[in-house]
Every structure is written in C-alpha cells, then in structure tokens.
C-alpha cells in the first residue's frame, strides 16, 4: 500500500506565507495590490483547501476543517475586494468588516481548543490567530490605525509560526529526526495525519 504525504506543511505554509504578506500591508509596510490578492486566492485558498481535502482523505478532522476553512477565509476575503471593484456587489463598511473578523476570531478561538493536546507550536499558531482577528477587528470598528498597525506586526509573528511548523513538519520528516522543534505536550498535533 502507498503511503500518502503529509498534506499539513502545504496548508501551514500557504496560511503562513499569505498571512505575512497581508500583515506587512496592515503593519502598513507594503500597499494592497494584486500581490496580496493573488497570494490569498492561490497558496491561502486554493493550496489550503486542496490540504483540506487531503486531509480528509486521512480521516483527519481537525486537518480538514481548518485547512479548509481558512482557504476559504481567503477566497472570501479576496471577493469582499474585488466584487465591489467589479461593480457586483457594496462595499463593505469597517464596522461590516469588523464583525466578519471577531466570528473569524470566535471560529478560530473554539478551533484552538482542539490544538491542547497537540504541540506548542500548533497551540501558538490557533492562539495567535485568535488574538490577531480579534486585534483586526477592533482596529476596523474603531477605525484605529495604530491598533490595525499592531494587528499587522502580531499577524507577521503569526503567519511565521505557521511557515515554521509547516517547514519543520517538512525536514523532521524528511530527515527522520528533530531538525526543528515544534514542544511536544501530549499526542501528536491534530494538523499530522
């Protein structure tokens, strides 16, 4: 029987990645162009769902509904810019906005219960997500720069937990031993088939 690869590292590194890019333009370090869009649609969207779906394939349900939901975190996000831009739908307000972000930042704080029998690193990456929607979603209700700045610079630390955790998986794997540590608490992290 083949055995099937490990699906997390695609999902880690396209939430990772595409959440430090986003976060440099909240950090207001870069502008929101197609960069981040791009971005959002293929490795945050697509890749993660595609995880997703693997993960599925693996009986994995915690894999599967993470990966999958937040690459359709991003696919959506990305309609909220480009279907006003395209005339089909309003503009969304900052107080819309913030509200999509908190259910995010409730959805992934529920989804961090799941990581407390996993890793330290797992349990960051939910931990730190959680408090970056929640961080967001302030900043957009209030409409305060400096707040969505800090999201932003708390979002960089995020995202780069995830690509952490997805290239460790990666070369702990590939090299049959802890090349990068991810802090064992319990079982293995529920994002590993």
Same mark, same amino acid.
């Given at each position: ?27 207001? !370090? ?43 975190? =991003? ?7 480009? !279907? ?19 259910? =995010? ?9 799941? @990581? ?25 209700? @209030? ?21 952490? !955790? ?28």
């Amino acid at each position: 029987m083949m055995k099937s690869a490990n699906p997390a590292p695609l999902g880690l590194l396209g939430f990772g990645l595409t959440t430090v890019l986003l976060n440099l333009h909240n950090a207001g !370090l870069i502008s929101l162009t197609s960069v981040i869009l791009a971005m959002g649609i293929a490795y945050g969207g697509f890749a993660q769902v595609i995880a997703g779906i693997m993960e599925f394939t693996k009986g994995n349900t915690f894999g599967t509904v993470a990966f999958s939901s937040y690459g359709l975190f =991003w696919l959506s996000f990305v309609l909220l810019i480009i !279907l006003p831009a395209m005339g089909v739908a309003p503009a969304f307000s900052a107080p819309d906005l913030a509200a999509y972000l908190a259910l =995010w930042g409730i959805f992934t704080g529920l989804m961090f219960l799941g @990581t407390l029998n996993a890793n330290y690193t797992v349990m960051f990456v939910f931990a730190s997500l959680t408090v970056l929607f929640f961080i967001l979603a302030i900043g957009f209700y @209030t409409g305060n720069g400096t707040v969505l700045n800090v999201g932003g610079y708390e979002g960089i630390i995020c995202g780069l937990s995830a690509v952490y !955790l997805g290239i460790a998986e990666i070369l702990n794997e590939t090299y049959g031993k802890t090349v990068f540590p991810i802090g064992k608490v319990g079982a293995p992290a529920p994002l590993k088939p």
